[in-house]
């Protein structure tokens, strides 16, 4: 029977293995599957473009081809609330329980880099979680040879902790039913289909057992700050919202007799930034001209709890950071507020004193 709509309940989100050209069970297309379900997601969008290039010539207004020239570009966005790292460990960050390496080493060394993405849709009026592998009227939308260009993650009164990844792909499959489908990666030499290797999308199930905790909230995060030369007190801020964000630009390696690109490099330096948006209480003696004398660096970390226990969930750390700017605002009817803006860049894997980490529970 065909769909009237799709809506979330019958959707559900996946990251394969990493190289994406690999196997995606433990042994070839046998074992033990390596597709794994995302949880807590909120939006999934994706979309492809294909630039062409016109061909025209002399005596003659319209063009008489409009040939491909480079690869399509794949994107693929999407959204999750927190309650752990479980996510990321997934999508390839890593090492998760260290505060001594940066959270996107594997990426760097190239062990997590590059996987698969699915989207599972099942059918018109029935949970995702509730239908298993062999049910009929099932589809797969397929990202493959994904890259992670961007990941950010915010919070703000009101509202869960959550967190943005955007991936850049080479190609999107559409196939039926979930079992037995060839994987969606393509040889990046020559754009070739890989079919020797299948993929198998488990059951989706829900990421919360009985007791297990649901989502963070904003009252249970915790700021450590060092306090700026001049401006804003931020030992007694009111903060109102962070975001924590960093983007992993790629450049596409051609070269001739190659149809798609061999390697999507990562363009350096990488820069990462805070934003911390707070209602402004006291202000603390200094000036423009001690910040910039001064010119110190500074080690931001927030820590996201466990609502019951008090425990540390979640600790993102940005080390060696430049204060960037103070903006300050005032309208009739509202509480003046500040706006802090530092950055860092990432450091190599055995820097520990520039960058972003991260440290906590995976599950």
Known sequence: MARNR??????????????????HFSSGNDGNNLVNQLHRVQSANYSFNIARQDVNQFGELGAIDRVILESPTVSLDFSYIL?????????????????AVTCIS?????????????????AEGSDALSIGTGAANQ????????????????????????????VE??????????TGNYIPAVVPTD?????????????????????????LRPGDISFNLDQPSG??????AKIQSYTISFDLARTPLQKLGSKFAFAREINFPVSVNMQIQAELGDLTTGSLA???TADRTYDLQVTLKHPTSGTDQMIYKVEGAKLDSQEFSSSIGANKAVTLNFSTQIGGPSQSDIGIFMSGLKD
């Open 83 to 99: 309650n752990s790292f479980g996510n990321e460990e997934l999508l390839g960050f890593g090492p998760l329980d260290s505060t």
């Open 231 to 236: 401006g804003a007190t931020i030992t007694d």
């Open 290 to 292: 001690d910040i910039i």
């Open 169 to 178: 792909g080479l190609n999107m499959q559409f196939d039926a039913g979930v």
């Open 191 to 215: 754009g070739s289909k890989i079919t020797s290797k299948k993929y198998s999308l488990p059951t989706a199930v829900s990421s919360i057992a009985q007791g297990a905790l649901s989502a």
């Open 6 to 23: 799709i809506i979330y309940q019958s959707e559900a989100l996946y990251a394969g293995p990493s190289p994406a050209t690999g196997d």
């Open 106 to 122: 594997g990426i760097l060394n190239k062990t997590s880099d590059e996987r698969n993405y699915f989207i599972r849709t099942v």
């Open 139 to 166: 589809n797969v939308i397929a990202i493959g040879n994904g890259f992670i260009t961007s990941y950010s993650t915010e919070a703000s009164v009101g509202n869960f902790p959550t967190a943005t990844v955007n």
